[in-house]
């Protein structure tokens, strides 16, 4: 299930029949370990406090492999405990490896702890309980569907409710380390996919910045909305048949040693680096900002547990320069509003977002497309990722999570080069209203001026620049500039787009479905 559904089933008829879900009572409840300073990965930190580094360290992941190997390395070393938060949590090749990877540190002792959304977790029960049978693993779901109900009918039944999802992501080993950002659990996130060309950031963290982390993955656990999966799945498989999926896994564990895909991730940049003992980290500060852990289960004016009313005043405190990277970006008459407020007082706004063709979201670009030429007007700079997708590439993206499969997914905001936010937020309704999020706000002149070089020098080559021209007879139009086989072009439509798609997009950005994109 996936966003270009929820969107589309928002659209139809009420349908009868409701889901009712068992009461979310008897729960076991456990906290973050506080004492883990004396394991490997406390020990490291340590070592760093020793050389006189203060403060937060941050490593920035943008390649998928590192991604990976990251958190595998994680999982690897961690004594005490890995407490594992995903919005998607595939069941394909990566899902798989991240999933054996758990389940050998659960062997060692190690607690696990996830708290998976029910979104991508339809027809896998036998899977949840299977790996939620070990003694050291706990998996908690969260806004689960009702098991005795179809899934399509409770999408209609329940607008408002199951349409609301814990988008999140993070990874956090021993209390000392965490990975967020914008990955989830999947091939297309981590480079295991070769045919799908894919844009993602996450940042891996140590210092007082991980405590505040690990509280909020506490406070989602604990949250009402966060289910055992042995109180909602009650077809339980036999201890044979457990056994069975416990061997299954292992086995593949053991068969992909020699994969090409492992093979790679040893031979990743970030492994070379862990394996000479080269990793470096930028030192610096960061606030965690997230969305309350209620908020799924309250009004949605209820700002004050939003992650955007954390993030206010520090673009209310812009004066320079504002960089945007939003795959999903439908701003509103409010967002326009505002970015014109910044570029009238002198401040530079740059976005970048997906185009037409690297979106096979078709409606949430419709939402977008119907701001561009007033972005434009307030002297908004906006780019559009320039990607060529082929046939083949867009029927197999054709049914599959979109959010997930669009070429740009990293969400990225860097402030007067002083400031980043690295996270899950797309600057659009669902993430802030619908949907929960959370991010890292990095105070590190260092990397907010690196990412801002590293925009400039990039987004010409990778991305369509627009501008809005006028005609003598005064009519406004979009060109798109951008470069194919390394020479300049223009185009007057959506680049690398059919007329019926355009006509499709053009139609959906007629209807009165804002807030649900």
Known sequence: MHRDL????ILLSVLSGCASLPKNIGRTESRTFTDTQETLLGKEVQAYRAQGKTGDGFVLLSSGLDAFVARAVLAEVAQRSLDVQYYLYHNDLVGKLFTGFLWQAAERGVRVRLLIDDMGMGGRDAGIIALDSHPNIELRIFNPFDRDIGRSTQFVTGLGSVTRRMHNKSFTADNIVTIVGGRNIGNEYYDADPTLEFADL???????????????????????LAYPATTIIKQRPSPEELQKLEEGLMAFMQEQQTSNYMTALLNSELSQKIRDHELTYFWGDATVVVDHAEKLSTSR???ELHLVTQLAPYFENIEKELMIISPYFVPGDEGVAFFKSLTDKGVRVKILTNSLSSNDVGVVHAGYSNYRKALLRNGVELYEMNKRLTRAQRKQKKGVDSSSKASLHAKVFVLDRKQVFIGSLNLDPRSFY????????????????????EFDADIDRHSFTLELRQDEDGHEELLWHGYEDDRPVTFDVDPYTGFWRRFGVGLMSLLPIESQL
């Open 6 to 9: 929820i969107i589309s089933l």
């Open 202 to 224: 996450d940042v891996m963290a140590i210092g007082d910045v991980v405590n505040e982390v690990s509280k909020s993955f506490d406070a989602y656990r604990s949250s009402s």
């Open 301 to 303: 004016d209820a700002n």
């Open 434 to 453: 619908e949907n929960s999020e959370i991010g890292l706000v990095i105070d590190s002149t260092e990397i907010a001026q690196d990412m801002a070089k």
